[in-house]
Structure formats: C-alpha cells, structure tokens
C-alpha cells in the first residue's frame, strides 16, 4: 500500500521557521518527481516547490523563492521543506506529491498521483 504521510507543521510566529516532511512507503521518492504544494482556505491548491525524478535541479513558486527549500533524502524514502521566514500569507495546508512528471508538467495539480493527507501550517502572531 502506497502512503505519503506529511508531519512537522503547526503554529508559528512570523518572521519564524518549520520543516516539513513526508515519509513514503510502498514506493521509492527516487523514482517519482516530487513537490510540495499548498491549500489555503477558499483557495485552490498551488505548487510550492519541487524535485525532479533525475538529477538535483529544485524549483519554486515565486511568492516562496529564497525562503523555503525542497530536499529528498533517499536513504530515509523522506521528502522535506525547510520553511524559513514564514509570513501570515502562508498559512495553508501543506501536501507532498509524487508522480510521474516532465519539466514542463512539475508545477500542476494534475501531474501528480500519489498525494499525502496535509498537514496545517499557521503563521500568526
């Protein structure tokens, strides 16, 4: 059975700092392309960042760019994010993701198969 289960987030102030991360079973990370995404309420879920099946080339969104950073660590089967200087703008409900994706696909919902539950992430003060 393939799971993605995401742990690590919670309350924070801003201007603060969490990891995220998520341990696969039933499947290798190494295989898949792998991103983070994110929900907020009332909004669609967006890319985050992501890790391509091959190579270590990592890429963001925009609004995230310089502050989070995606990691794999084969050896564990775990995808994580480093978030730093987090901003009220994102609280969401973070996901990881696992698929089978190009370059030009690794930023869309629908790229992706394998998805975790979420875990809540709240910036506030």
């Known amino acids: 059975q393939v799971q993605l289960v995401e742990s690590g987030g919670g309350l924070v102030q801003p201007g603060g700092s969490l990891k995220l991360s998520c341990v696969a079973s039933?499947?290798?990370?190494?295989?898949?392309?792998t991103a983070w995404f994110r929900q907020a309420p009332g909004k669609e879920r967006e890319f985050v960042a992501a890790?391509?099946?091959?190579?270590?080339?990592?890429y963001y969104a925009t609004a995230v760019e310089g502050r989070f950073t995606i990691s794999r660590d084969n050896a564990q089967n775990t995808l994580t994010l480093q978030m730093n200087n987090l901003k009220p703008e994102d609280t969401a409900v973070y996901y990881c993701?696992?698929?089978?994706?190009?370059?030009?696909?690794?930023?869309?919902?629908?790229?992706?198969?394998?998805w975790g539950q979420g875990t809540q992430v709240t910036v506030s003060s």
């Open positions: 993701a696992a698929g089978r994706t190009i370059l030009s696909t690794l930023r869309r919902v629908d790229a992706y198969t394998r």
């Open positions: 039933g499947l290798s990370l190494r295989d898949y392309g």
């Open positions: 890790r391509r099946q091959s190579g270590a080339n990592t």
